[in-house]
């Protein structure tokens, strides 16, 4: 199965600061990478996801962006970050095109306060 | 908008009791998902049913789906404190390019 790693677990930054949140995949390769937030007791908004390098589709309007590098690494980043920012940023993978199924393995996910 | 609508949202029982969670979607599937969330972590696959499927088990969970009435229910049998968590089904709509829609969760307590 995939392994997901993020970092940082935590992280508290001023408004109008940049971001950088990263997330790498191992386990597999040409993987469908996904970005989600999580406000507190929410479901999961997806915010991107790639099915390749260089290759990112955003599904909402925001203040962020991704960028996939390498075809196991997902970036999240934002040039300056507004309070609105603030929640539980996951990064989930599948198997990509190779598979019928689209079960999803998350990582821990990183807790993001904007103050 | 969320595709799928989990119900109750929040859900107390005794260790050894049944837990039920419904979920509710609008629009045709692949398939449905749900998944686990402990506090503070990841989510972690559980069970996935496909659209021609209308029962699954996996040990203690039961799922079924009901395309006509586009509804799945997660049972948890014989509850332990160690299942006190989020639950959160997910759908795979058709056409979605294998994005899935997550449900606002129900979180589920299980007392000793």
């Known amino acids: 199965s995939q392994t997901i790693h993020q970092w940082p677990a935590t992280l508290v930054q001023p408004v109008g600061s940049p971001l950088s949140l990263e997330c790498t995949v191992e386990?597999?390769?040409?993987?469908?990478l996904y970005w989600y937030r999580q406000a507190a007791g929410r479901g999961l908004q997806l915010l991107f996801y790639?099915?390749?390098?260089?290759?990112i589709s955003s599904e909402v309007p925001q203040n962020l962006s991704a960028s996939r590098p390498q075809d196991r690494q997902f970036i999240l980043s934002s040039k300056k970050l507004l309070l609105s920012d603030s929640g539980f940023y996951l990064c989930?993978?599948?198997?990509?095109?190779?598979?019928?199924?689209?079960?999803?393995?998350f990582g821990p996910g990183t807790r993001l306060t904007v103050l | 908008s969320q595709q799928g609508e989990e119900d109750p949202q929040a859900l107390s029982i005794q260790e050894g009791e049944n837990a039920t969670m419904n979920c509710s979607y609008k629009?045709?599937?692949?398939?449905l998902q749900w998944y686990r969330q402990n506090s503070g972590r990841g989510l972690v696959h559980l069970i996935l049913?496909?659209?021609?499927?209308r029962e699954k088990h996996s040990g203690r969970l039961r799922v079924t789906l009901d395309t006509s009435k586009k509804s799945s229910s997660l049972l948890i049998t014989a509850s332990r404190a160690a299942d006190t968590a989020s639950y959160f089904c997910?759908?795979?709509?058709?056409?979605?390019?294998?994005?899935?829609?997550f449900g606002s969760g129900t979180q589920l307590t299980v007392l000793p």
């Open positions: 989930a993978s599948d198997s990509g095109g190779g598979s019928s199924y689209n079960e999803q393995f």
């Open positions: 386990g597999t390769s040409n993987p469908n």
């Open positions: 790639s099915v390749g390098i260089g290759q």
């Open positions: 629009t045709s599937i692949n398939n």
């Open positions: 049913i496909r659209s021609n499927e």
């Open positions: 997910a759908t795979d709509p058709l056409g979605s390019a294998r994005q899935l829609t």
